[in-house]
Nanobody, 126 residues
């Protein structure tokens, strides 16, 4: 059983930055996709950023493009989400997930996520 542990959440003012980390309990070689998702109170969970570890291509939600960066140096390292220019609407519980590539698409790629972390809270005040 893979366990994913997120850290790095907290409270910041608008315009500030946070860096989230996601560490896996063991090497998850069979999982070639890592992603960050978020869920705000009363809203559905949404994908924020995904990285395909085959060639480290990335995909971002339109709402975070140019502000957030997902990265992982190699398969044994944590997955990071660097969040800059934070806005109050970024306030949510952020979850890390591990999964597998389903297909490449015209706009990027699609993954199916099987394992989820417990989440870390990000609060951005105006």
């Amino acid at each position: 059983q893979v366990q994913l542990v997120e850290s790095g959440g907290g409270s910041v003012q608008a315009g500030g930055s946070l860096r989230l980390s996601c560490a896996a309990s063991r090497y998850i070689s069979s999982y070639n996709c890592m992603g960050w998702f978020r869920q705000a109170p009363g809203k559905e969970r949404e994908g924020v950023a995904t990285i395909y570890r085959g060639d480290f291509r990335t995909h971002y939600a339109d709402s975070v493009k140019g502000r957030f960066t997902i990265s992982q140096d190699n398969a044994n390292d944590p997955v990071y989400l660097q969040m800059n220019s934070l806005k109050p609407e970024d306030t949510a519980m952020y979850y890390c997930a591990a999964g597998v590539l389903v297909e490449f698409t015209v706009t990027g790629f699609r993954c199916e996520f099987n394992y989820w972390g417990q989440g870390t809270q990000v609060t951005v005040s105006s």
